[in-house]
């Protein structure tokens, strides 16, 4: 008499990702604060559970040639910013922070913002310490320290650091830059 040996089934249930799945993002990016996030490009280019995992909904691509991998599950704005010391930001912070402002106002308190460039060093550094200065009504010297602070490895040029200085010095930065309305 053959003993009979039980049918050993395969989970037919997909699993969604690996379990031992590193969190390539928290490599790539630091949280700024609630619902901001500043990164390099690798940060962008993570799988599309890890931004989820995240809450990261909207992304701004700070240059040239850096690719959207996800335009059907993420709302992108493309700065086609160079990073040169003559290149005006300036328009780029503004429209940035227009967009953050819109996005934040027509999701949910969970809906996060990540600003990235190729490094994560200066383009999108200053476009972030824009932000900050407006929102915050910070001083550069300020904002600057808070974004330092949150990531080590910024390294804005002196062109970009000229012109936030110049950016500090407009008195109402809520009227060069009218509220959003949702």
Same mark, same amino acid.
């Given at each position: *008499? ?6 050993i089934k395969?989970d ?5 990702? #690996?379990p031992?799945?590193?969190d #390539?993002?928290l490599? &790539?990016?630091d949280?700024?604060?609630?619902? +901001?996030?500043l990164?390099s490009?690798?940060a =962008?280019?993570?799988? +599309?559970s890890? +931004?989820?995992?995240h809450n990261?909904?909207? %992304? %701004?691509?700070a240059g !040239?040639g850096? $690719? *959207? ?6 709302t992108?704005?493309r700065?086609?910013?160079? #990073?040169l010391?003559?290149?005006?930001? $300036?328009n #780029?912070i503004?429209s $940035?922070i227009? !967009?953050i402002?819109?996005?934040? @106002?027509s999701?949910n308190k969970?809906?996060s913002?990540? %600003?990235h460039? @190729?490094? =994560?060093?200066?383009?999108?550094v200053?476009i972030? /310490?824009g932000?900050? *200065?407006?929102k915050?009504r *910070?001083?550069f010297e &300020?904002?600057?320290?808070f974004?330092k602070q949150?990531r080590?490895?910024?390294? /804005? &040029?002196? =062109? !970009?650091?000229?012109?936030l200085k110049?950016?500090?010095k407009?008195?109402?930065r809520? +009227?060069f830059?009218?509220? /959003?309305?949702?």
């Amino acid at each position: *008499m053959s003993e009979e040996k039980p049918e050993i089934k395969e989970d037919s249930k997909e699993v969604d990702k #690996d379990p031992k799945e590193k969190d #390539d993002f928290l490599e &790539n990016a630091d949280e700024i604060e609630p619902q +901001l996030w500043l990164g390099s490009e690798d940060a =962008g280019h993570c799988s +599309l559970s890890l +931004l989820q995992k995240h809450n990261i909904k909207s %992304v %701004v691509v700070a240059g !040239f040639g850096i $690719t *959207m991998s996800h335009p059907k599950d993420i709302t992108y704005h493309r700065l086609k910013c160079i #990073d040169l010391p003559v290149y005006d930001i $300036t328009n #780029d912070i503004i429209s $940035t922070i227009r !967009f953050i402002e819109r996005q934040k @106002a027509s999701q949910n308190k969970d809906h996060s913002v990540l %600003v990235h460039c @190729a490094r =994560g060093k200066s383009r999108s550094v200053t476009i972030v /310490i824009g932000y900050i *200065m407006w929102k915050h009504r *910070m001083s550069f010297e &300020n904002a600057y320290h808070f974004v330092k602070q949150k990531r080590k490895i910024i390294s /804005i &040029n002196a =062109g !970009f650091e000229k012109q936030l200085k110049e950016f500090e010095k407009i008195k109402e930065r809520s +009227l060069f830059i009218p509220l /959003i309305k949702p």
